[in-house]
Nanobody, 122 residues
Framework: QVQLVESGGGLVQAGGSLRLSCVAS????????VGWFRQAPGNEREFVAR????????DYEDSVKGRFTISRDNAENTAYLQMIGLKPEDTAVYYC???????????????WGQGTQVTVSS
């Protein structure tokens, strides 16, 4: 069991940056792979990035490669998503999630945060 809380969203201009945080409670954060997902109005929730339990191995959705960086600090029970060069198309609610599988599929994630809104103006 793990509980996740996202923060760091906000309103930025195109080309700006944001750093999202995902703080986990409990004693087993390092047992989980972590993913970041996003959902825009009318759209399905989509994969953004994932990171393995120990870090070091990461994967990204093609549209964010080179702009977003996922990381984690297991000692702090926290995962991050550093976003630079933001585009209006990045506007969405961003969610962190935890899974036993290293996956890009929402169905593999059993634990989700409440989400944080990212809005990028043109």
């Amino acid at each position: 069991q793990v509980q996740l809380v996202e923060s760091g969203g906000g309103l930025v201009q195109a080309g700006g940056s944001l750093r999202l945080s995902c703080v986990a409670s409990g004693r087993t954060f390092n047992n989980y792979n972590v993913g970041w997902f996003r959902q825009a109005p009318g759209n399905e929730r989509e994969f953004v990035a994932r990171i393995r339990r120990s870090g070091g191995i990461t994967d990204y959705e093609d549209s964010v490669k080179g702009r977003f960086t996922i990381s984690r600090d297991n000692a702090e029970n926290t995962a991050y998503l550093q976003m630079i060069g933001l585009k209006p198309e990045d506007t969405a609610v961003y969610y962190c999630a935890a899974a036993y599988a290293y996956s890009a599929d929402t169905k593999d994630y059993g634990f989700w945060g409440q989400g944080t809104q990212v809005t990028v103006s043109s």
